[in-house]
């Protein structure tokens, strides 16, 4: 045993003050008084007539003599030498990402610890067995690494924020947390980096090599986990709700689970299914019922179940209904090239094409779209008409025009956002008037482009033929159409049916006159977020489950829409701890104790001497109280 601060054992002379102390012969006042029969201690401690008297045994001066020689040992710091993971400057990774929340660890008592708990006491272990020249960089390994600490020497800074951290439901970004560490390596000569993790880490053969030692210390003992690993919904137009699931057993044993369904909070129904070992149970389901709103699935173990499940993280799962999946269009034309591409390569829309000379079909579609023709009854719906042949109820057609001159688009309207004619050119075109309708985009002698809402129905009218015409041709007529589309079924403020991953962002794109966006959380927390763009990114989804997203204009909600978070992530449901990481070119095995650190004992010391002072202050105490359980006997003999 070695001290740090041999020169901290000096305060042991101290011991000569206190036992002088104990020498000193105290002066007493005398006092008349009429027996000392019961006096007989005191009288005893006036026989002497010196000042000093001879060191008798005294409880209370050994044990302040023991305290004494306790705190000198403790600010000493006494330590031995004991073998530690890693030396100098050390940067410590803590692996906080989901698959550390399995509970496939004890501790010394038996009772089940998470992985993470285990990492912390593992971190702790490396703190307690730091020489005075090592420092430590402690590192959080989340979906965003953070350091809980700087480089520091300081044992109960590092400890406490060891005891701080928690672990997440998200992926670790390990990319990010070892280029951080590689930045703390810069000018430094005794570097190593140690990563407490259970393997999944991912790919990481792209990683630059990490300078220095790189160790690597193994949590995690088991397997055995049943994981939700996907489910979704889908609902075509005229079509029943259809459900898609995916159990998978990532354990090296079959496992028995029941599946269990809930639709708006009410359970729809539970089944159970055996999953072969390593492999995949899909669910099919297209029993759901019309009109539900979100899905909740969960995985139980039966009573009889042989295999354990250790991560309960990955056995829920939420989904929100579709919107309704494509929008339907129907092109009647004679055959336009042009108007077919561009509904092909435009996204979220299904295009059905009818000929002129037919008969509309009796289902309904979102969008009727007529070129170069018009039926005899226009459809209850919305319209987009190219060339109008002649006048309807909704639109007066005049004479043809050729006089186009210079055009002018409407440059303070979403529907001709980049919208550009500079470069169109127009033969001929329909001298085309309705009362109800925006002039998007006007030549000299009439509209070009005209939209608008009339009787419960939105329509667009292109007045020209495209064949008269390089608009297909241009830039501008993608982005005229599909800011037409967007028009005719304006965008949600987020369309996600799928949902979302652990720590994804999720984008907003809220409507123009929006000016707060409320996102209310699984817990129910609420948080509002003004909208100072035209998107709002939004990425505290830390937790799975259902959140509500609603648009706000004045504190009046114009849209509200739920959206799930789920952990679906093969790489931390795959709990199998590693046995080697590969980093770079790297193959690193767990690490073994092959350097030597110090382990101190000053806090044992410590506590003794404070335990010591408890029993130094009870013992004084019941001295002082002896005296006065005598009174009582002095009244009666008095009396």
Do not use: C
């Not at 003050?17 to 005398?30: A, D, K, Q």
């Not at 037919?358 to 023709?373: E, H, K, N, R, S």
């Not at 004479?399 to 919208?419: E, K, Q, S």
């Amino acid at each position: 045993m070695s001290f740090l601060t041999p020169l901290a054992l000096l305060t042991g002379l101290l011991a000569l003050p206190i036992i002088l102390l104990y020498m000193l012969r105290l002066r007493r006042r005398e006092v008349l008084v009429s027996s000392t029969f019961l006096w007989q201690q005191i009288i005893q401690d006036n026989e002497a007539n010196t000042p000093w008297q001879r060191l008798k045994r005294n409880l209370l001066l050994l044990l302040q003599l023991l305290i004494l020689a306790l705190l000198a040992f403790g600010l000493a710091r006494p330590y031995i030498i004991v073998p530690a993971v890693s030396t100098g400057e050390i940067v410590l990774l803590l692996d906080a990402s989901a698959s550390m929340n399995a509970t496939d660890t004890n501790n010394t008592a038996g009772a089940a610890l998470t992985r993470f708990d285990e990492a912390k006491r593992r971190a702790l272990e490396i703190i307690d067995t730091l020489s005075a020249g090592d420092t430590v960089t402690l590192i959080h390994v989340a979906d965003v690494p953070e350091v809980l600490t700087p480089s520091t020497n300081d044992p109960a800074a590092l400890r406490a924020a060891v005891e701080r951290a928690q672990p997440t439901h998200a992926r670790a970004d390990w990319d990010a947390a070892l280029t951080l560490a590689r930045s703390r390596a810069e000018g430094t000569d005794n570097f190593s980096t140690v990563i407490i993790s259970d393997g999944g880490l991912g790919e990481l053969g792209a990683l630059p090599e990490m300078p220095g030692e790189t160790r690597y210390v193994q949590i995690g003992s088991a397997n055995s986990n049943v994981a939700i690993t996907a489910l979704a919904t889908r609902a075509l137009p005229g079509e029943v709700p259809q459900l898609f699931a995916q159990i998978t057993n990532f354990g090296s044993t079959d496992a028995d689970v029941i599946f269990s369904l809930s639709v708006d909070g009410e359970l729809f129904t539970a089944n159970r299914y055996s999953v072969p070992a390593g492999e995949s149970t899909p669910l099919v389901s297209e029993a759901l019922p019309d009109g539900f709103a979100t899905l909740q699935a969960d995985l139980t173990l039966p009573t009889d179940a042989s295999t354990p499940d250790y991560l309960p993280d990955d056995n829920a799962a939420w989904a929100v209904a579709g919107e309704g999946g494509l929008k339907r269009a129907l092109l009647v034309t004679s055959g336009n090239l042009f108007l077919e591409q561009i509904l092909r390569s435009l996204p979220g829309w299904q295009t059905f094409k009818s000929a002129p000379d037919q008969a509309l079909p009796t289902q309904d579609f979102d969008l009727y779209i007529f070129d170069g023709t018009l039926p005899a009854i226009l459809p209850d719906a919305d319209l987009f008409i190219v060339d109008p042949p002649s006048s309807t109820p909704l639109f007066t057609v005049g004479a043809d025009n050729d006089d186009v001159g210079t055009v002018i688009v409407t440059r303070d309207d979403p529907r001709t956002t980049y919208v550009d004619f500079d470069a169109v050119n127009v033969l001929t075109y329909h001298d085309v008037s309705a009362d109800w309708a925006d002039i998007l985009v006007e030549a000299e002698g009439g509209p070009l482009v005209l939209a608008g809402e009339v009787e419960g129905r939105q329509v667009a009218i292109l007045t020209f033929d495209l064949h008269d015409s390089d608009l297909p041709l241009q830039i501008t007529w993608p982005i005229l159409m599909a800011n037409l589309l967007d028009w005719f079924t304006p965008q949600q403020a987020i369309s996600i049916p799928d949902g979302l991953s652990v720590a994804d962002s999720l984008v907003v794109r809220p409507p123009l006159t929006a000016d707060t966006i409320r996102i209310t959380g699984p817990d129910g927390a609420a948080r509002d977020i003004p909208i100072e763009r035209e998107t709002v990114v939004y990425a505290d989804t830390h937790t799975p489950g259902i959140y509500t997203l609603d648009v706000l204009e004045g504190g009046e909600v114009l849209q509200s829409a739920p959206f799930a978070v789920n952990l679906f992530d093969a790489n931390e449901s795959n709990i199998t701890p590693r046995d080697t990481l590969l980093i770079g070119n790297t193959t690193i095995t767990e690490a073994a104790r092959e350097e030597f650190g110090q382990r101190e004992f000053w806090p044992y010391a410590a506590l003794l001497a404070l335990l010591f002072l408890l029993i130094e202050w009870y013992v004084y105490h019941q001295r002082l109280r002896a005296p006065t359980m005598l009174r009582p006997v002095l009244r009666r003999r008095s009396a």
